[in-house]
């Protein structure tokens, strides 16, 4: 009788596990592919945002053309906004409190400084929204996201610009001639344009965290404001008979603000001399031109893969 043998247990194999870590990044290295969003190496961050340079030229050109589209004035308004600002300074502080008192030329000097401190003023403050305020931008594009800060500066240096344009006018009208001294404005400018974008970039990866830093920023500059001599002298007030601390106007004259106030005001007003500066003052103009340009893009430049997430 033959013998009926069972057939043998089918053999089962286990599903294949998920292979390891190490594994797909050899193969995604092996294709050329890398980590969406990951945060480049520094050279090639700085090569990736030269190679935007002219997108950031023309979205600032385009942001400053838009500015006042809806006015009727239109782009008068770059020269007139901060024209206005000088008038009113001038009726309360030159005219009511009279801190024009033993300032030469004191409309030239006081116009002087409400552009140079609106130009820092307003860079800082497009900055603290240039990540928080175009979401829909970084979210919908790749590109390094440091040019939206320092495109926020260009538009405002552009502004400054047309303003210096009109300030220009109001020194040969209120006596003050050109000089060679008006050529040292160039470096000024672009020491301040470094600084300015340094801490627009601080301020743009604070806001991109804090939302709410945008409605504190406009009285931490005001107070700041204050502090600058932007419509009073900080060599008078400063001086052997103002009983202040020595400490107070050592602060006072390494304000970064004051730095390059009081440089534009040297280069352009014939009666503000070399004794009314800082000690070292293009030593201090370049210091704060490379601690917060550098410092600031390293800053902003380490939270590169997390703007526009959660």
């Known amino acids: 009788m033959s013998q009926v043998l069972d057939p043998p247990p089918p053999t089962t194999q286990a599903p294949p596990g998920p292979e390891p870590d190490h594994d797909l990044a050899a193969l995604a290295a092996r294709h050329g592919l890398s980590v969406s969003g990951a945060r480049p190496s520094l050279p090639q961050y700085v090569r990736q945002l030269w190679a935007r340079r002219h997108f950031i030229g023309a979205f600032s050109t385009a942001k400053l053309t838009a500015q ?37 030329d004191f409309v030239p000097f006081l116009v002087t400084g409400v552009f140079v401190w609106t130009f ?48 220009v006018l109001i020194l040969l009208a209120f006596g003050v001639p050109p000089a060679p001294s008006w050529v040292l404005a160039v470096p000024a400018l672009v020491l301040q344009f470094l600084f300015n974008a340094g801490v627009a970039m601080v301020m743009a990866r604070v806001g991109s965290k804090i939302p ?17 001599g932007v419509m009073f002298s900080i060599h008078h007030m400063t001086g052997p008979d103002s009983g202040l601390p020595s400490w107070v106007g050592t602060a006072l004259q390494l304000n970064p603000a004051v730095v390059y106030i009081d440089l534009m005001r040297f280069a352009l007003i014939d009666s503000f001399g070399g004794s009314q500066l800082p000690p070292h003052v293009w030593a201090l103009a370049v210091g704060w031109a490379l601690v917060a340009g550098v410092g600031g893009f390293i800053y902003f430049w380490k939270a590169e893969e997390t703007y526009g997430r959660g």
């Open 68 to 104: 006042y589209s809806q006015a009727k004035l239109g782009q008068v308004w770059q020269v007139m906004t901060p024209l206005l600002n000088a008038a009113v300074y001038y009726f309360i502080f030159g005219m009511l409190m009279n801190t024009s008192r033993g300032v030469e």
């Open 120 to 167: 820092t003023q307003s860079s800082i403050m497009a900055g603290t929204r240039a990540i928080s305020g175009n979401l829909g931008l970084v979210r919908a594009l790749h590109f390094p996201r440091a040019a939206l800060p320092v495109s926020f500066c260009l538009q405002q240096l552009q502004q400054l610009l047309f303003s210096m344009a009109a300030l």
């Open 212 to 228: 709410d830093m945008a409605q504190l920023m406009p009285f931490l500059l005001r107070t700041w404001m204050y502090a600058s």
